[in-house]
């Protein structure tokens, strides 16, 4: 094989790994963002769907007996 092409050739193979290093870095931090996104913003939704009727009926309770 001509030493030009081999050598465009083994500079393409460096390039390529690098770029997966990144793809494979970029994937990590995806995955960390989803999951900090869920346990940040949909956890506590979830628990205030609860918390929040349980409240309101302990605040209307305390209402009803000061009247």
Do not use: C, H
Request: aromatic share 8%; net charge neutral.
């Amino acid at each position: 094989m001509d030493p030009r092409i081999q050598q465009q050739l083994d500079e393409q193979e460096v390039k390529i790994n690098e770029i997966l290093k990144s793809v494979r870095k970029t994937e990590k931090y995806m995955k960390i963002t989803f999951w900090a996104t869920i346990i940040v913003v949909v956890l506590p939704a979830i628990l205030l769907a609860f918390v929040i009727p349980s409240a309101i009926d302990s605040y209307t309770t305390t209402l009803n007996g000061l009247i």
